[in-house]
């Protein structure tokens, strides 16, 4: 059965979509879809899981970013077709998300998303998930689990779907990726390496991320795969407006922060969970 929250959320987006060229407020979106803004922030945060002020910057930045690369217009007129008023606090944001001015970025001329549209599960389950539901991802899960990084790539900047590709298959090979579904649909999956017990991959569907699905995925690794290991994984800097909560996961989830790191020219930083006793 269609959730109704759901569906009035799914139409935000909708209409989010259709007017990225625009200043879009809290207070604008609230009355195109006939909530109060209180109503509509809480109900926004907690489907999508992000607010909606995240959702739209990181929107509007994408199809500014994607313009520097493939198209030619001047910068000032891309600032202005993306929702901001001035190229300077057009290039504020964009650096902050980016971590490159927008002329550097069109320098480069490679172009990755911060965020893609949300598509949401409008019959989204509500049961009860527990570690029996969690199994090794096979070849015929490889369309879907590419479908599904769509719906988290705000964890993941720099990733490179034809890289991807090949370590998904390599991981599947060797039984170090796991994979969650609800309804025939992946909600959460894990790409993982015994050299180093490390999590190289970790994503729960944006509907599904305050439901307990990363401790879930974390026990069944430590209790079945990597049994008395030290685990660790990368995330965000800390303040690095770029994350839309993956640091605060991980340390409610009991990792604590290592080392600075720069993976594929993106600041990051280590995390480490210690074993289980």
Known sequence: MENPNVIRIEKVIDFIEEHLDNKLDLETLATASHYSKYHLHRKFTDTVGMTIHDYVSRRQLTEAAKLLVFSERPIIEIALCCGYESQQSFSKAFKAMYKVTPAKYRQCQEFYPLQLRFYLNKAMDNRTFSKENIRLAKASDIFEWMEFIHLIIDGYPHLDERQYLQQLQAHIQ????????????????????????????????????????????????MDEFLPGREITTTTFREHDKADTGYRKELKQLGFAERELLVEFGYPTQRFVLPPKT
């Not at 796991?178 to 649909?185: A, F, G």
């Not at 959460?188 to 401790?215: A, N, T, V, W």
């Open 174 to 221: 060797k039984e170090q990726a796991l994979v969650l579904e609800s309804q025939k649909r992946i909600i959460g999956c894990m790409l993982f390496s015994y050299d180093g017990g490390c999590i190289e991959f970790m994503g729960i569907h944006p509907q599904y991320r305050g439901s307990g699905l990363q401790k879930l995925f974390l026990d069944t690794l």
